[in-house]
């Protein structure tokens, strides 16, 4: 439904963001640590690349006052992602652009807007997902990549 929006044509962040994110970093970050350190080390990241975006009227979808509930969305996020873009076999628009424009979308019509029960549900959401799948979060730096992305 998402797709079938002014959205995705208005919201083209998703597009070169994910290609540097998803893209170009997370396989690189997978090559030197876990895939639950790389996963939250690129949340951070991401959490940081957003900071200027708060101070430019217009451009979030809330006021700094929700700052950390935004930043817990974007951890939790990055970790979904993650386990998407391992799932997925480093499918950068299944586990990046995909979601990055949904969440996006979300927001902009109101859907999501970073609050305590949003991001309570995405960082469960998030743990659920590294406890089931454990053995890919917490293997050695470089054979998430070989491993996983290769069947």
Same mark, same amino acid.
């Given at each position: 439904?998402?797709?079938?929006?002014?959205?995705?044509?208005?919201?083209?962040?998703?597009?070169?963001?994910?290609?540097?994110?998803?893209?170009?970093?997370?396989?690189?970050?997978?090559?030197?640590?876990?895939?639950?350190?790389?996963? /939250?080390? &690129?949340? %951070? #990241?991401? !959490?940081?690349?957003?900071?200027? $975006?708060?101070?430019?009227?217009? *451009?979030? =979808?809330?006021?700094?006052?929700?700052?950390?509930?935004?930043?817990?969305?974007? /951890?939790? &996020?990055? %970790? #979904?992602? !993650?386990?998407?873009?391992?799932? $997925?076999?480093?499918?950068?628009? *299944?586990? =990046?652009?995909?979601?990055?424009?949904?969440?996006?979308?979300?927001?902009?019509?109101?859907?999501?807007?970073?609050?305590?029960?949003?991001?309570?549900?995405? $960082?469960?959401?998030?743990?659920?997902?590294?406890?089931?799948?454990?053995?890919?979060?917490?293997?050695?730096?470089?054979?998430?990549?070989?491993?996983?992305?290769?069947?």
């Amino acid at each position: 439904m998402l797709f079938a929006t002014p959205q995705i044509l208005a919201n083209t962040g998703p597009l070169g963001e994910e290609l540097g994110w998803r893209g170009y970093a997370l396989p690189r970050l997978l090559e030197r640590q876990n895939a639950l350190s790389a996963g /939250l080390l &690129l949340g %951070l #990241v991401w !959490t940081v690349w957003h900071v200027p $975006a708060f101070f430019i009227s217009g *451009v979030m =979808g809330q006021s700094l006052q929700g700052f950390g509930w935004w930043a817990l969305d974007t /951890l939790a &996020l990055s %970790l #979904v992602m !993650t386990w998407l873009f391992l799932r $997925a076999n480093g499918n950068v628009v *299944v586990a =990046g652009m995909i979601p990055h424009f949904v969440i996006n979308g979300m927001g902009a019509v109101g859907a999501w807007l970073s609050r305590p029960p949003e991001a309570a549900g995405l $960082a469960i959401l998030a743990m659920f997902l590294v406890v089931l799948d454990r053995r890919r979060f917490f293997r050695r730096p470089g054979q998430a990549t070989k491993d996983d992305l290769n069947g």
